[in-house]
């Protein structure tokens, strides 16, 4: 089945560790995000991705690092400087060059510090 | 700043009820708009989209845009205990970014 996955699902960081979170899609979608969501809030951009090799900051990148060295693969690092890392991280994508497309999102990966 | 505002809610609705929900944006460059469910603890599904002023539905959801007012509303027809959920209202502008509300909490009571 084509989907998103997120690993892990629950991830837990000391104080001074960067830490890192998978998503992974095979639906092949141009473009990747990475969401952050507070508790009783909306998503808030970090990151995203339209093609390999490139990648742009969202509203909210201070304190995070991504990659995209495959069309596949978006991961996202939660750096010590983030000073507030404890959130739920949701990865979306969709197809880039199709007009009025939704994006699809993986199950999330619940960050905690420990 | 792109906004897009929701009433946080609760929304509480008896169960068969009509539940209506609202969102209102602010960049008039907005070109598409989704409702997604968010149910506690999961991720966001997408439920409704629309593009054209009016309304559209799918099964007991109605999605109605207004843009010369810059507003979306999602209806949902004879609601259920398991529609109770957070609905969030994302508005995609001319920039083919996309951007969330804070969502709604809507609870239909049994």
Same mark, same amino acid.
């Given at each position: ?19 890192? #979170? ?35 900051? +969202? ?48 199950? +999330? ?6 | ?73 999602? #209806? ?11 609905? #969030? ?22």
């Amino acid at each position: 089945d084509g989907g998103i996955t997120q690993s892990p699902k629950y991830l837990f960081r000391k104080e001074g560790q960067n830490v890192t #979170l998978s998503c992974e899609q095979n639906l092949n979608h141009d473009a990747m995000y990475w969401y952050r969501q507070d508790p009783g809030q909306g998503l808030r951009l970090i990151y995203y991705s339209q093609i390999v090799n490139d990648f742009q900051k +969202g509203d909210i990148a201070e304190g995070y690092s991504v990659s995209r060295e495959k069309k596949e693969s978006f991961p996202l690092t939660v750096t010590s400087a983030q000073k507030n890392p404890t959130a739920f991280y949701l990865c979306a994508s969709k197809t880039q060059y199709v007009s009025n497309q939704p994006q699809h999102f993986g199950d +999330g990966t619940r960050l905690s510090i420990l | 700043q792109k906004e897009v505002e929701q009433n946080s809610g609760p929304l509480s609705v008896p169960e068969g009820a009509i539940a209506s929900l609202n969102c209102t944006y602010s960049d008039r460059g907005s070109q598409s708009f989704f409702w997604y469910r968010q149910y506690s603890g999961k991720s966001p599904e997408l439920i409704m989209s629309i593009y054209s002023n009016g309304d559209k539905e799918d099964g007991r959801f109605t999605a109605q845009l207004n843009k010369a007012s810059q507003y979306v509303s999602l #209806l949902i027809r004879d609601s259920q205990p398991s529609d109770s959920a957070t609905y #969030l209202c994302a508005v995609r502008n001319a920039g083919n970014m996309l951007t969330f509300g804070g969502g709604t909490r809507l609870m239909v009571k049994p």
